[in-house]
């Protein structure tokens, strides 16, 4: 897993999020404030001109770059969010990166999050599909799977566990406000967590 490999995975994931952001924003508007997609979106964009402006030569300096802009540039709560996984990663990263060094990197991010935000799985936050995607990975290291097919059931887990946020009650941030009213919606930093998660797999092909 080569820096280019980490540089176009947030590219990817920023023409994901532009073309979901509609979305994202509505899946916001339902429980939160309405500007998760748009945020989010002008985040990645703001990542993607750090990374060409100034060409990161190792996927800990990627991850620290993206890390760092998120938190500078994205608004409300899901700036610190991912800043604080994909700077987690950074840290904890060794190259040469491989598959077990980037889950145990990954699980970091994931605690680090959970930290930030005090959320748990089952809370109805991206934790909920961050977590699945980082035990699919330490699986996938368990069963010596190949990097794509890893890759592969990470974003898969992470779909099903945005999905699976719909009938849960939210009891982290402003959604929870709403109590029972939360419920029926699909948490939307879960639902770009798994963008992110699908962005990897994508060019990881």
């Not at 404030?33 to 750090?50: F, Q, S, Y």
């Not at 959970?114 to 995607?133: I, Q, Y």
């Not at 719909?166 to 879960?190: C, F, N, T, V, W």
Request: overall charge negative; charged content about 25%; glycine content about 10%.
């Amino acid at each position: 897993m080569e820096t280019d490999l980490f540089v176009a995975w947030f590219e990817e994931a920023a023409k994901l999020v532009r073309q979901d952001r509609d979305r994202l924003t509505r899946l916001d508007a339902a429980i939160g404030d309405a500007d998760h997609g748009t945020n989010l979106d002008r985040g990645l964009t703001e990542v993607c001109k750090a990374l060409a402006d100034t060409r990161p030569e190792s996927p800990e300096q990627v991850l620290a770059t993206v890390g760092t802009t998120l938190i500078r540039r994205v608004g409300g709560a899901s700036g610190p969010l991912y800043g604080s996984v994909f700077r987690a990663m950074g840290k904890t990263l060794e190259s040469p990166v491989t598959l077990a060094g980037f889950s145990a990197a990954f699980e970091e991010g994931v605690v680090a999050v959970e930290r930030l935000g005090k959320a748990a799985l089952g809370d109805k936050t991206m934790v909920d599909a961050l977590a699945p995607a980082s035990r699919a990975l330490a699986l996938a290291v368990r069963d010596g799977v190949g990097v794509r097919k890893a890759l592969d059931e990470a974003a898969r887990a992470a779909e099903e566990g945005a999905k699976a946020t719909i009938p849960m009650q939210a009891r982290k941030g402003r959604a929870s406000y709403l109590g029972e009213r939360s419920i029926g919606h699909e948490d939307p930093g879960a639902a770009s967590a798994a963008l992110f998660l699908a962005a990897l797999a994508s060019v990881a092909g």
